[in-house]
């Protein structure tokens, strides 16, 4: 009898709703959709295509240039094509190209899912972390990279609007309308005074021999622009960090991803990226002197805006 009373007792406790009708809880929008570029556990992503994607994109945007290389460089390359994350890369590109330029919606979307292939590339990554000794922050040296002086004028001609602008070389002038609006108020010398058109003249007198004195990171820089479509972003601090002799360029704002061009062997130089407030390297590609960037990217960071 006892034992019968309990048993009821039960069933109404664990039936607290009867008569209405119960909504799955788990059924509603709060749950994430998987992402489409979840990495499954038997998956390894395509190195080179990963080496490539890590050379594009920054400042929270992508080219039209830069959507260009990608799609020409899976196009070419049928492995990159059938694999992670190329696959799904190449079936986006090509609806996105499909008779006509990205938009600006388009490239923002595509960018997003840049964002994820490196956070799923960094999820997976096997770090190296930087275990060269420590570097004293005082032993850096900070200096500017000034933009090299030419008396010269190049006509540049311009594929987004069908005409040319003129770039003064001694003056660090160009005569298209972002340049006056937003580039001239900064000192001759500035880095951020580089619109996309300075930038491919500077290239074209550096590979003709014009500027024999000019440092191999600015060649760098500006071959990597060129080839990018992109300008220099005023919103960043461009400093020159000497480690150990060794120039690197550190590109940084007061939140966000820092960029970082390191010297690697032949006098080339790789883009890397740091998230300061994640502190993490983008894609878990780390330079040779990681851990002293970091330190110069915290110290940067406490002093504020230069
Ligand atoms: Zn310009």
């Given at each position: 009898m006892v034992e019968l009373l309990w048993h009821s007792l039960a069933a109404g406790i664990n039936t607290p709703y009867r008569g209405v009708t119960m909504e799955n809880p788990f059924d509603s929008d709060?749950?994430?959709p998987q992402s489409r570029w979840l990495l499954q556990p038997d998956v390894e992503p395509?190195?080179?295509?990963v080496h490539f994607v890590r050379s594009l994109g920054g400042s929270g945007e992508i080219t039209v240039k830069e959507l260009?290389?990608?799609a020409y460089y899976l196009n070419e390359n049928r492995e990159a094509r059938h694999s992670w994350p190329g696959?799904?890369?190449?079936?986006?590109?090509?609806g996105?190209?499909?008779?006509?330029?990205?938009?600006?919606?388009?490239?923002?979307g595509f960018n997003q899912d840049l964002e994820e292939i490196e956070r799923e590339c960094s999820r997976v990554a096997v770090v190296i972390a930087d275990e060269g000794p420590?570097?004293?922050?005082?032993?850096?040296?900070?200096?500017?990279?000034?933009?090299?002086?030419l008396d010269k004028t190049i006509e540049i001609f311009s594929d987004d609007v069908g005409h040319s602008y003129n770039v003064n070389l001694h003056r660090q002038s160009c005569s298209c309308p972002g340049w006056s609006a937003s580039r001239s108020k900064y000192n001759a010398g500035d880095l951020r005074r580089c619109?996309?058109?300075?930038?491919?003249?500077?290239?074209?007198?550096?590979?003709?021999g014009e500027l024999p004195d000019c440092s191999p990171v600015f060649h760098a820089l500006m071959e990597d622009r060129v080839r990018r479509g992109r300008s220099l972003d005023p919103k960043f601090t461009w400093r020159l960090v000497k480690i150990k002799l060794r120039p690197h360029l550190v590109i940084h704002a007061s939140r966000g991803w820092s960029y970082v061009y390191a010297p690697g062997g032949n006098s080339t130089f790789s883009r890397y990226a740091f998230e300061v407030d994640e502190r993490r390297w983008a894609?878990?590609?780390?330079?040779?002197?990681?851990k002293a960037i970091e330190s110069y990217l915290d110290d940067a960071r406490k002093k504020g805006p230069a």
């Open positions: 709060a749950i994430e395509h190195q080179e295509t260009t290389l990608l696959e799904l890369l190449f079936q986006s590109l090509a996105m190209f499909d008779h006509r330029t990205p938009s600006k919606a388009d490239r923002d420590e570097i004293a922050l005082d032993s850096l040296r900070v200096e500017e990279l000034p933009l090299p002086v619109c996309t058109h300075m930038i491919e003249a500077y290239l074209q007198v550096i590979q003709a894609f878990g590609h780390v330079p040779g002197s990681g």
